[in-house]
């Protein structure tokens, strides 16, 4: 089977079952009962989470230590790519790429939400707010921190050793077939990449859905007339995609480029605006104690997963394997767009760019939007868990803004821009990988295919939005995740078998 066979089969295939899934997804529950999109995508969410959930967690702790091996390993001066090869974009356009490709809107859905959730309802229940509120942060921090970015580094720097240093196509399964012998090779390809291309759809998807959500809670908090409903969550949907498919047209080194660094400059705007205006001098010092505790506490917290208590493993498998899943089934989208705009750097310059750089702007992150939020909740008697509660995980943001009074409500417009502009480069970056793995890795696929998947991611996050919001995207992201695990231990194992044959 050829190159192109086999591109186009894994196209075909991909394109029917995301079409199968959202037509599934549409049919209204009352009429399948417990055949429903949404029933069953739980049920496989929980049978997943709980006989899995130990290899998720092994599999991101391994990834990290290697992550880290390999950074001050004699590989470090290895590039990818030819010798004479130089960076593509600035350092600066390439952070700001590949951190609104790796955690956008997740940042600022969950800034605010998960810190303050996580003080009334810990990991481990306790009636010491201050423990609770010291524990709320080292948990955010482990789940945004280290592990997902070593996961994105991990893959993509396999991508881009593949691609540009073995000079092979920009697909998933070049990193996998040389394992396999000469006859099964076509088989495995069009398998391995059909996987990659499902779970990336599931989880853009997921997070498309989480920035509909937002966005449309964020004007409903601000614009009284304007209604949080799923028509509206729609509304916004079509106007963003028609948005970031004309950004697709332009190609990477125009839309994606301008509205990443567009993107950097504004959350750090955003970030910036609150920390001052907000406690400076307790956010500040949360984030030096925070950074203590998450490196303290990072060996228990990899390897917890409730064994003897059932309260404590519902509570991981809610929040630690949900992440872990969404991390792994945006992977291989984040790492290919990654892979794809690294091409001339070394091992260690790109190991080192991915995993420290984000995760260090991440805990400033938390520590600012989170920090204020549990300051508010502790002592300033706002009770912000009871809007998230009352109104959903999206208002938490906005909520923290209101009491601000009225340069909060300059601060959510920048906000809900931001959202929006993340939204486009996801969506951006997500069609281009998605048209080039359905393209044999064409680092230009035809704008065509790019506008198929676009309009499938779409309509999938509004079909999820449409049968369960939060709960459905979330056990999508888990389906998404699962049988590219499988794909990652093999991703692995050739490329250590790869680097051990390098000539130094």
């Given at each position: 089977m050829n190159q192109g066979k086999k591109s186009y089969t894994a196209y075909i295939s991909s394109v029917i079952i995301c079409v199968l899934f959202t037509i599934w997804g549409a049919i209204p529950s009352s009429l399948l009962g417990q055949y429903s999109m949404k029933r069953v995508a739980g049920v496989l969410q929980n049978v997943i989470s709980k006989q899995f959930g130990w290899l998720y967690v092994l599999l991101m702790v391994v990834i990290l230590v290697a992550v880290v091996y390999l950074l001050f390993s004699k590989y470090g001066d290895i590039k990818l790519g030819?010798?004479?090869?130089?960076?593509?974009?600035?350092?600066?356009?390439?952070?700001?790429?590949?951190?609104?490709?790796?955690?956008?809107?997740?940042?600022?859905?969950?800034?605010?939400?998960?810190?303050?959730?996580?003080?009334?309802?810990?990991?481990?229940?306790?009636?010491?707010?201050?423990?609770?509120?010291?524990?709320?942060?080292?948990?955010?921090?482990?789940?945004?921190?280290?592990?997902?970015?070593?996961?994105?580094?991990?893959?993509?720097?396999?991508?881009?050793?593949?691609?540009?240093?073995?000079?092979?196509?920009?697909?998933?399964?070049?990193?996998?077939?040389?394992?396999?012998?000469?006859?099964?090779?076509?088989?495995?390809?069009?398998?391995?990449?059909?996987?990659?291309?499902?779970?990336?759809?599931?989880?853009?998807?997921?997070?498309?859905?989480?920035?509909?959500?937002?966005?449309t809670g964020g004007l409903s908090f601000s614009i009284s007339w304007i209604p949080n409903t799923f028509i509206t969550q729609l509304v916004v949907i079509i106007i963003v995609t028609v948005l970031y498919l004309i950004s697709a047209t332009t190609g990477l080194d125009k839309g994606v480029k301008i509205l990443s660094n567009m993107n950097i400059s504004l959350a750090i705007f955003l970030m910036l605006a609150v920390l001052f205006i907000g406690p400076t001098a307790y956010l500040l010092d949360l984030f030096v104690q925070s950074v203590g505790n998450y490196f303290q506490k990072l060996p228990e917290l990899s390897f917890r997963l409730g064994a003897f208590s059932s309260e404590n493993r519902e509570w991981i498998d809610e929040w630690t394997i949900f992440y872990w899943s969404w991390w792994i089934s945006w992977a291989p989208y984040v790492s290919s767009f990654i892979a794809r705009i690294s091409k001339g750097r070394t091992i260690r310059e790109f190991v080192g760019g991915v995993l420290i750089v984000p995760t260090a702007f991440t805990f400033l992150w938390f520590s600012v939007f989170g920090g204020s939020g549990i300051w508010q909740a502790l002592f300033n008697n706002n009770n912000l868990i009871q809007t998230i509660t009352e109104k959903g995980t999206e208002i938490g943001l906005f909520a923290l803004l209101e009491s601000y009074g009225g340069i909060g409500k300059v601060i959510t417009g920048i906000a809900i821009l931001l959202i929006s502009t993340f939204f486009i480069t996801s969506a951006d970056s997500a069609t281009y990988v998605l048209a080039m793995f359905s393209t044999n890795g064409n680092l230009t696929p035809h704008a065509r295919v790019k506008f198929i998947w676009g309009i499938i991611m779409s309509s999938i996050a509004a079909i999820l939005l449409y049968a369960g919001g939060l709960e459905s995207l979330q056990a999508v992201a888990v389906l998404g995740s699962f049988p590219f695990l499988f794909v990652i231990i093999l991703m692995g194992i050739n490329f250590f078998k790869s680097l051990s044959a390098e000539k130094h």
């Open positions: 030819r010798k004479d090869d130089e960076p593509e974009f600035s350092y600066f356009s390439w952070v700001a790429m590949l951190f609104s490709a790796g955690m956008g809107i997740g940042l600022i859905f969950w800034g605010v939400a998960e810190p303050v959730m996580h003080l009334y309802d810990p990991a481990i229940p306790s009636s010491d707010m201050l423990e609770n509120a010291r524990e709320a942060m080292t948990y955010t921090f482990f789940h945004w921190g280290l592990q997902p970015w070593a996961l994105y580094a991990f893959i993509g720097l396999i991508i881009a050793y593949t691609t540009f240093r073995k000079d092979k196509p920009a697909v998933i399964s070049e990193s996998v077939t040389p394992l396999f012998a000469k006859k099964y090779r076509g088989t495995v390809s069009t398998i391995v990449d059909t996987i990659a291309i499902i779970a990336t759809v599931f989880g853009v998807a997921t997070s498309l859905g989480l920035g509909a959500q937002q966005i």
